[in-house]
């Protein structure tokens, strides 16, 4: 699997089963940057949190060359099963800086969830929705440590309807 980095035109990241490439974009940094920037981050803080936005966008890549390459069964979808992935590693693997990785990612689809117009919803993407995602990210990080996350409910960042069969 090659990794690499590139000006795409656009904010994204991807895997491309042919080349058997991770990229990257310059771009998908910038947008991250923006978004937190847009919340009042600045400094380091705000560096923290791209750089781990970024890291999240980046293994949910490597959960699709894993499907690809080993043939992984999933069920449902795709997507979905690359961004639990990523949530996994970053959560079991990297532990305390991956869960920020988690966190960052769940902020930044909890921002662009909010900035889109409700009209300008596409429910027929092959992503969940931001907010969805935001949800399930936290749920992930929630179930493994309800004690500590509490204030993900708490301060309403994770419904707590949605909290309570996390840790299952």
């Known amino acids: 699997i090659y990794i690499r980095t590139a000006l795409c035109g656009e904010p994204n990241a991807e895997y491309d089963a042919e080349s058997k490439t991770i990229t990257v974009c310059f771009e998908l940094v910038k947008h991250f940057r923006d978004l937190f920037e847009s919340s009042g981050l600045k400094d380091e803080a705000l560096e923290k949190k791209t750089f781990d936005a970024v890291r999240f966008a980046f293994l949910h890549e490597v959960g699709h060359a894993l499907i690809e390459n080993y043939r992984l069964p999933i069920t449902g979808s795709e997507e979905d099963a690359a961004d639990r992935c990523s ?14 990785s988690v966190i960052a990612a769940a902020d930044a689809f909890r ?27 936290l749920c992930m990080i929630y179930g493994g440590a309800p004690e500590k996350y509490q204030y993900f409910v708490a301060d309403g960042y994770l419904p707590r309807e949605r909290a309570e069969n996390c840790p299952a």
């Not at 949530?87 to 693997?93: G, K, L, R, T």
């Open 111 to 137: 921002i662009e969830s909010k900035r889109r117009p409700r009209k300008n919803i596409v429910s027929s993407g092959e992503h969940l929705l931001e907010e969805q995602r935001s949800h399930n990210s």
């Open 87 to 100: 949530a996994y590693i970053n959560i079991v693997e990297l532990r305390q800086p991956g869960e920020e």
